[in-house]
C-alpha cells in the first residue's frame, strides 16, 4: 500500500515545481531589456525546476519513503532559493532600484507561494499530513488571499476598454478580500474540536465563492487563447491562475473529507 507521506510530497511537488517555473518565466518577461543579470537568474530557475519535474517521473506512489524524503529535502532548497530571489526582486523594485513590469504585490505574491512549498516540503519530512483545525483556518487565510490577489491582477491586466470584464474582477477582487477578513476573525477565535461546524460552514462558503472565480478565470482563458478580449495577459498565466483555483478546491475537499473523518 502507497505511503501517504509519498504520495502526498509526489502530488505537491508536481503541482508546485511547475508553478515555480512558470513564476520564473514570468519575471524574465517583465524585466526590461537591460535588467541581463536579473533576466539570466531567472532562466536558471527556469531550468532547475524542469531538472527537478523531469527527476520527479523517476518516482512513483511506490517509491521508498526515504528516497521521497531526500528529494523533498533537495526541491525545498530549490524553493527556499527561488524565494530568496523574489524577495531579492521585491526589494530592489520597492527601493526603486529597478523599475519593471512587475507589480510590487505580484512579487511578493509568487514569493509568499514560494514559501508556502518550501513549508509543505518541510512539514511532510516530519510526518505532518492530516491538517489541525487552526491549520485549515491557516491554510485558508493563504488562499484566500491568492484568489483575491489574482483578481486584483486580472484586472489591472485587461484592457481599460473590456469594461465589464474589469468589473467582474473587481467584484471578485472584494469578495475575496471580504472572505478573507471573516477567515482572520475566524483565525484569531482559534476554533477546537467543538467548532467544526463551523468550519464546516467556513469551507462550504469558500468553496462557493472559489467555484465562481475558477469559471470565471476559465472562461477568461479561453477568451485570451481564442484572442477575443484585449489585455496584456500571456495566456500561460491566465491558466497559471485556473489551476491554483482548481487546486483551492482539491485542499477545500481535502480539509472536509479530514473533518468528517475526524467527527465519526
Not at 44 to 57: A, D, G, N, P, V
Request: charged residues 30%; aromatic residues 10%; neutral net charge.
Amino acid at each position: 500500500m502507497a505511503n501517504p507521506i509519498v504520495s502526498r510530497s509526489l502530488d505537491e511537488i508536481r503541482f508546485w515545481s511547475r508553478i515555480m517555473k512558470e513564476h520564473a518565466l514570468f519575471l524574465s518577461l517583465g524585466f526590461t531589456y537591460e535588467q541581463t543579470q536579473l533576466i539570466a537568474e531567472a532562466r536558471q530557475f527556469i531550468t532547475l525546476f524542469e531538472r527537478i519535474e523531469e527527476k520527479l517521473t523517476r518516482f512513483t506512489v511506490n517509491s521508498d519513503l526515504r528516497e521521497v524524503q531526500a528529494f523533498n529535502s533537495e526541491v525545498y532548497q530549490a524553493a527556499a532559493a527561488i524565494w530568496s530571489y523574489k524577495r531579492k526582486v521585491l526589494g530592489l523594485t520597492l527601493r526603486c532600484e529597478i523599475r519593471t513590469n512587475n507589480f510590487p504585490l505580484l512579487v511578493d505574491h509568487i514569493s509568499r507561494e514560494a514559501a508556502y512549498f518550501a513549508n509543505r516540503l518541510k512539514e511532510l519530512n516530519e510526518g505532518k499530513l492530516a491538517p489541525t483545525p487552526d491549520k485549515v483556518i491557516d491554510e485558508n487565510v493563504f488562499f484566500l488571499r491568492i484568489m483575491a490577489d489574482h483578481a486584483k491582477f486580472i484586472g489591472h491586466l485587461l484592457d481599460p476598454s473590456e469594461r465589464k470584464l474589469v468589473e467582474q474582477a473587481g467584484e471578485f477582487s472584494h469578495d475575496f478580500d471580504q472572505l478573507l477578513f471573516q477567515a482572520v476573525d475566524l483565525e484569531s477565535m482559534r476554533p477546537q474540536s467543538e467548532t467544526k461546524p463551523i468550519l464546516s460552514q467556513f469551507l462550504d462558503q469558500n468553496r462557493v465563492s472559489v467555484v465562481s472565480l475558477r469559471d470565471f478565470k476559465k472562461t477568461a482563458r479561453e477568451l485570451i487563447e481564442a484572442c477575443r478580449i484585449k489585455s496584456n495577459i500571456h495566456p500561460l498565466l491566465a491558466d497559471h491562475t485556473f489551476r491554483e483555483a482548481e487546486r483551492f478546491l482539491e485542499i477545500i475537499d481535502l480539509f472536509e473529507a479530514n473533518l468528517k473523518r475526524n467527527n465519526k
